[in-house]
Structures are given as structure tokens and as C-alpha cells.
Nanobody, 122 residues
């Protein structure tokens, strides 16, 4: 059974930074594409970025390019989302997901974490 657990969310002022972690159990992240998504109140869940299966190559939504980075530590079976220059529009619940390929469609991912709240104050 695969489980993903996110952590690292919280309240931060605009311009600040947070690092989210996603720890996987039951499956090696090395064999999965790992995506990060977010969902703000009243909005659909949207792709933030991700890292390709068996690779260090990443991809990001335009609205976070240059501000967010993603890395993986296969030994810890953990994926990280480093978020810099946060603004109030980044406020959302952030989810990590595992799937066969790095795509922007939520339905393509097999496993999801429970999410972690990120709140950016102005």
C-alpha cells in the first residue's frame, strides 16, 4: 500500500519561503513521477510542478517558474517543494502525487497525500 505524507506547510508573510516535504512509503519514488498540486478555496486543483520518473528533470507551471524548485532524495524516499518569493495568491492546500508520468492532469496520478496548508499573508 502506497502512502504519501506531506509536511512543511504553515503561515508565512509575502516574500517569504517554505519547504514542503512529501514522504512516500510502500513504493520507491525513484520509479514514480512525483507531482505537486495545489487547491485554493473554491478553485480546482491545479498542477504546480513535478519531477520526472527516474530523473532530476523538473517542470513547473508558468505561475511558479523561477520561484519554486523541486528535488528528490531517493535514500529518504522524499520529494521536496522549495517555495520562494511567496505571495498571497499562493495560498492553498498543497498535495503531492505519484504516477507513471509527469503530467498536469490530476486523473493521471495513482496516489495522493492528504495535503498541507500554505497560507501567505500580505
Amino acid at each position: 500500500q502506497v502512502q504519501l505524507v506531506e509536511s512543511g506547510g504553515g503561515l508565512v508573510q509575502a516574500g517569504g519561503s517554505l519547504r514542503l516535504s512529501c514522504v512516500a512509503s510502500g513504493r520507491s519514488i525513484a520509479v514514480s513521477a512525483m507531482g505537486w498540486f495545489r487547491q485554493a478555496p473554491g478553485k480546482e486543483r491545479e498542477f504546480v510542478g513535478g519531477i520526472r520518473r527516474g530523473s532530476v528533470l523538473t517542470d513547473f507551471a508558468d505561475f511558479v517558474k523561477g520561484r519554486f524548485t523541486i528535488s528528490r532524495d531517493n535514500a529518504k524516499n522524499t520529494v521536496y517543494l522549495q517555495m520562494n518569493s511567496l505571495n498571497p495568491e499562493d495560498t492553498a492546500v498543497y498535495y503531492c502525487a505519484a504516477g507513471p508520468a509527469l503530467v498536469t492532469i490530476t486523473a493521471a496520478y495513482d496516489y495522493w497525500g492528504q495535503g498541507t496548508q500554505v497560507t501567505v499573508s500580505s
